[in-house]
């Protein structure tokens, strides 16, 4: 399972875990989900219960957590889905996520879990065709509302147990009660002193009856402790809760009891703890010291640090620090996000952050670009990962306000994050509609910039009309505006667009770009124009000469740091030395090539590494070990839902029929199986331990 650690006791829902656990074992019960009001806690129960080792013998294949909170737009479920499956969009020749999906899943024993789901209802048709297809898959989804589609079971999560009105109050019976317990652990954190006493129960029960048992609303309260008594906490939330029920409210009861428990959270706060608190409303999926100072106090009025803000604001459970990452990082809860947003609307500050946040992460993606092919590169590429849910708003926010130059700066930018860690047909869709939005930017670099990425990403997905479309305009631009350094770039894609579609003219298209970019001081835009070089002369069966420009742009991309380019220069080599028949240099250059992929952690990489090393291995008469390498490249292949790209598939499949011809049927069948039940880090140390001799 994928399912985070919980760092607090689960208090009070034994009941509803096996209710919810008995439902999923229920052959009928394809589609369970956990319905309730926000704060309720439907997110913690359905962790806790897919958590549990009976649920994990269910479902053999694992159990997934697929986070939606962040989501807004029912076209990113696939893609969120994909990612916590592991799965890879292949360069090339992407076939759809949801096929890809589809495929992984479909003779799966496997339970995934959507959390967060009512923003995106659109979405849960695609998830019921997922079900349809796929027998032995189950879905277990939280939502404040239910999908209202074919096959759905609901469970309505109800509130913790509370005391009875009218009950006896005595501490030790109540110190049971599922309310008063949550309240007391969450008490004691702020103020480890804290007991539950006679003194002070019927203050504590009177206030979690008042907060209808909502987890959320009972840890805000609770937070209060070191400040307030339990008596005065009863009195000042009390006196508002009464208020409340004056007057008709739109808002379902419970819901007003969880907005009133943070709004007077808020309330409590002082004038720059509030402003700062709405201000991070803004910040989607997490945010760091530095952004907050960059967006949240842009006119210096926030006087207080802002670290020490942030750390109250914890203090106060209005904040969750991110202990995960190596950098100090903060989050809010959804359910708070969401009242924090409300507040900036009503101070009339929600355009104005909105612009800050998305100018902020512009130029973050601007920094990233102009240092991602130097020796920062996975570093670079690790934080792009942990923001991209602040980009993704970013991108939204621009494309919503028609601010076309910044759109196309921002998508731009970020291609070859996109590209690199398989966020292929998302990051198109970005790019698309940035050049849809910046049609009038005609004769701009901004929008030649924007079409040579976008043309360069859609050749990565196999799309080759629409590549050819997006650099033909780049290049024209380039050369009206006489930017001759991205020019280079734009026409080696268009060289090998061309040179794809048969037309000779894209073999002098790449020479000029490779001429071009000699001149040039951009060594990352000569070592990609020598590697399309490279591959049309390997195309063409010129090895000799493809290995001499492959090794140049190698040499470039050791030279700065390009972790990815050289990676992938090393896999080149390791292919075309093995179709020269220089099979121990094939395979070191396969192994280094695999090493950096593994540091990487890009799977497409390392089994494609793998299969290579198979194919050169066994050509040595190692059979055994071959068969045991193409049985773990095939299973990793397989996992990601990734073929071998073609470009390196006529010369496997000859490799892996010559082999096998020379080998024991028998002993091939086992060695293939046993590579095949490797785990991805086991095939890797496989890989890389054996050498050239053997074992």
Known sequence: SNMPLALTSFIGR?????????????????????????????????????????????????????????????????????????????????????????EYVQDKRMLLVLDNFEQILDAAPGVVGLLVHCPWLKVMVTSREPLHVRGERRYHVPPLALPAPAGI?????????????????????????????????????????????????????????????????????????????????????RHMTLRDAIGWSYDLLGEDEQRLFRRLGVFVGGFTREAVEAVCNTEGDI?????????????????????????????????????????????????????????????LAQEADEQIHGPRQLKWLDKLEIEHDNLRAAMHWLLEQQEAEAACQLSGSLWYF????????????????????????????????????????????????????????SVAIYKEVGNTNNLGFALNCLGLVLSMLGNPVGHSMIEESVALCRHGEDRFMLAWSLDGQARLLWYAGELAESAAICEESLDICREIGETFGTASMLLNLGFIRHEQGKYTQSIASLQE?????????????????????????????????????????????????????????????????????????????????????LTMEQAIEYALKGDTAGR
């Open 169 to 253: 109050l005595d501490w030790k019976v109540l110190s049971g009660n599922p309310a008063v317990t949550l309240f007391v652990q969450r008490a004691q954190e702020v103020l480890p002193d804290f007991e539950l006493t006679q003194d002070n129960v019927e203050d504590v029960a009177v206030l979690c009856v008042g907060l209808d048992g909502l987890p959320l609303a009972i840890e805000l309260a609770a937070a209060r402790s070191n400040i307030y008594s339990a008596k005065q906490l009863h009195e000042v939330l009390g006196s508002r809760l009464k208020l409340l029920t004056m007057g008709a409210r739109d808002l379902p009861a």
């Open 303 to 363: 006087s207080i640090d802002l670290l020490e803000g942030l750390a109250s604001l914890a203090d106060k459970n209005l904040l969750v620090e991110d202990r995960s990452s190596a950098t100090s990082r903060f989050r809010m809860l959804e359910t708070i996000r969401e009242y924090a947003l409300e507040q900036l609307e009503v101070q009339q500050e929600s355009q104005v952050l909105s612009r800050a946040h998305a100018r902020y992460f512009l130029g």
């Open 418 to 473: 996109w590209w690199l860690r398989d966020h292929l047909s998302e990051g198109l869709n970005w790019l698309r509609r940035s050049l849809a939005l910046s049609e009038n930017l005609t004769h701009t670099s901004t929008r030649a910039y924007t079409l040579s990425r976008a043309g360069a990403h859609a050749i990565s997905v196999g799309d080759i009309t629409e590549a050819r479309e997006w650099l033909e305009q």
């Open 14 to 102: 034994e009941q509803d875990e096996e209710a919810v656990r008995d439902l999923l074992a229920q052959r009928a019960v394809r589609l369970l989900t956990l319905v309730g009001a926000p704060g309720i806690g439907k997110t913690r129960l359905s962790m806790e219960v897919a958590a549990r080792a009976d649920i994990a013998q269910l479902f053999e294949d694992r159990v997934y957590l697929v986070e939606l909170a962040a989501i807004n737009d029912p076209g990113s479920v696939m893609p969120a889905i994909a990612s916590a499956l592991g799965l890879t969009e292949t360069g090339g020749q992407m076939r759809s996520l949801e096929l890809a999906v589809l």
């Open 593 to 677: 090539s695999l090493a950096i992929f593994s540091s990487m952690k890009m799977k497409y990489g390392i089994a494609t590494c793998i299969d290579g090393l198979g194919a050169s291995t066994g050509t040595l008469g190692q059979f055994e070990r071959a068969a045991c390498l193409l049985g773990a490249g095939d299973a990793l292949h397989r996992a990601i839902a990734a073929p071998i790209p073609p470009v390196y598939r006529a010369s496997y499949e000859r490799s892996v029929a010559s082999v096998r011809a020379q080998d024991d049927p028998e002993q091939w069948a086992a060695a293939y199986a046993a590579g095949g039940a």
